[in-house]
């Protein structure tokens, strides 16, 4: 790992904060833990569900997967639901949030045929949970989409609009007595741009430039229509909220002296929170000036007609605007810009040369995803970023998490854990960043999309040579028990990593 001037900075106020040493939750923070459907149900072909968009690039693509393994099985927690109620009653939270499988529910995409298989499953998992008091966070979409739509284009397709929102309509109708709290769309970032702007995710169609932006103009309609449904016709009788998760990888500047480098590291940040945050969170509505300007450019300069971002239109812009209750924020790591141009990596055209800046991940401590860096202070600079850029919104930390390759006693995670939620407890008291709530990714190691099951970033660690997916509690489950039953941050000095022996200074 390279110990950048970046990280040093970092460390310094890293223990800067640990010195201000808020320890205390506010009251009524609530916390929670995270899973999607995908990545752990299994049972990929049974009971009438459909194939969707994982089954078909895992099973026509296994190279794609670092591990060559899939989402067949993954923790079977289709068949072991009580297995997983009990780690999220052992971990004490106070709510779950997990997904739902599209083509478990209705196998054709389309609400003409619902299988009840998938009804029963839900409802068995959401009655457990009232049991044991956990409250369910639902996300409608966490990227298994049906194959039958994908076929007809994806999220490339405008037609989703209406697909998304008959899905939303069944679900709310059929679970919405039970559900108080709904997610739209897992991390819009990575549908569009990993999925249609490259082969990071399935379905890997790698329309760089042009997919992406096909999708973002489909998803963000899709998800407020979703919402205005929700907002007018289920929330006066089933009285919910309903949000969106937007992920950041955040970017600083290399040298926080260098005033070019400052600016572009706000031109990333627009290209890539601002994409789907600004259109839903600011008060002009819309994609981000910075964005809809570069892309203008470039595109004139491959000799195009049209940009190949299209503006919304005023209907679009005002029907978009304002349809999230709380800001979901999934947040992981923070990345460094180090220069003007074209990245090195960027292909042409893409969203990345659309940004026009060099990007590196030579930043913060190491885990077991190489694009995981270790840097808590950028959490606190995201966060403070999006109080003064959206207007100061109710936020859910809707993801945050960290992986190894699956220890038992896994301090890293604790260290992790620990640290992110101390730059939490600073923004919250010294910023007045409205943070309401924590959720940890994830409840127990999962398929982790092209990783496979090479990184791991559960609280319960899961054996994948056993056909019965045997889950063994890690040391953070321990960590995260005491952390919710006390509402304050552990004494971190009992979790520490014994085999670190170098004093600290700090
Ligand atoms: C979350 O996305 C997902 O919501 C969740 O399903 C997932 O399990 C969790 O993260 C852990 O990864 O540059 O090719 O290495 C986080 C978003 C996904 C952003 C991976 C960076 C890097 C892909 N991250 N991505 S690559």
């Known amino acids: 790992m390279a110990v950048t001037t970046w990280s040093i900075i970092g460390l310094l106020a890293l223990c800067h904060s640990s010195i201000a040493g808020y320890t205390k939750f506010p009251p009524g923070f609530t916390f929670g833990v995270a899973t999607a459907s995908h ?16 089954d078909r690039l895992t099973h026509t693509r296994p190279e794609l997967i670092a591990d060559g393994t899939n989402g067949d099985i993954a923790c079977d927690s289709y068949h072991r639901l009580h297995e997983d109620v009990e780690e999220l009653v052992a971990l004490g939270v106070h709510f779950y949030r997990f997904s739902l499988s599209w083509s478990r529910i209705l196998p054709t995409g389309r609400i003409d045929y619902v299988n009840p298989d998938g009804i029963r499953y839900y409802n068995e998992l959401l009655d457990l949970l009232a049991e044991n ?93 979703s919402y205005h449904l929700y907002n007018e016709t289920y929330r006066p009788v089933q009285n919910g909220r309903i949000f969106i998760s937007i992920n950041s990888i955040w970017y600083e500047p290399s040298d926080p002296e260098n005033s070019e480098l400052v600016a572009l590291a706000e031109v990333a940040n627009q290209f890539k929170f601002g994409w789907f945050a600004h259109p839903i969170f600011t008060v002009e509505g819309g994609y981000p000036k910075v964005m809809v300007e570069n892309i203008a450019r470039q595109s004139e300069a491959e000799g195009l007609r049209k940009p190949r971002l299209e503006q919304f239109d005023a209907y679009w812009i005002q029907r978009i605007k304002g349809t999230s209750d709380f800001l979901g924020i999934n947040h992981y790591t923070t990345h460094l810009i180090t220069g003007a141009g074209v990245d090195p990596i960027a292909k042409s055209p893409s969203w990345l040369k659309d940004i026009g800046a060099v990007t590196t991940m030579e930043v913060g401590g190491d885990s077991a995803s190489e694009w995981l860096r270790v840097v ?120 520490k990593d014994p085999s670190v022996r170098t004093a600290r200074r700090c």
């Not at 899961?462 to 960590?479: C, E, F, G, M």
């Open 133 to 225: 008091n956990i409250e369910p966070l639902v996300t409608l979409f966490h990227w298994d989409l049906p194959q039958s739509l994908q076929d007809l284009g994806g999220w490339a397709n405008p037609k989703m609009i209406d697909y998304f929102y008959d899905y939303s309509d069944f679900c709310f109708k059929e679970f919405g007595g039970k559900i108080k709290s709904w997610i739209t769309f897992n991390e819009p970032y990575e549908i569009c741009e990993d999925a249609y702007g490259d082969e990071k995710k399935a379905p890997a169609i790698d329309s760089h430039g042009v997919g992406n932006y096909l999708c973002s103009d489909t998803l963000l309609k899709a998800h407020a229509e």
């Open 376 to 495: 808590p202070t950028g959490f606190a600079n995201l966060l403070r970023w999006c109080k003064i850029s959206y207007n100061d919104p109710p936020i859910y930390i809707t993801e945050n998490g960290f992986s190894d390759r699956g220890d038992l006693e896994d301090y890293g995670r604790i260290k992790y854990f620990n640290d992110y939620l101390s730059e939490i407890l600073n923004v919250i008291n010294d910023d007045k960043v409205n943070v309401l709530g924590y959720t940890a990714w994830t409840l127990m190691d999962n398929f982790e999309w092209r990783a496979g099951f090479s990184e791991r970033f559960g609280f319960y660690y899961v054996n994948i040579t056993d056909p019965a997916r045997p889950r063994t509690p890690k040391l953070s489950v321990q960590y995260y028990r005491e952390l919710i039953d006390n509402h304050e941050l552990p004494h971190f000095d009992r979790y």
């Open 39 to 54: 990545q752990i149900e299994g049972a990929w072909n049974v009971s009438g569900k459909s194939e969707n968009v994982w």
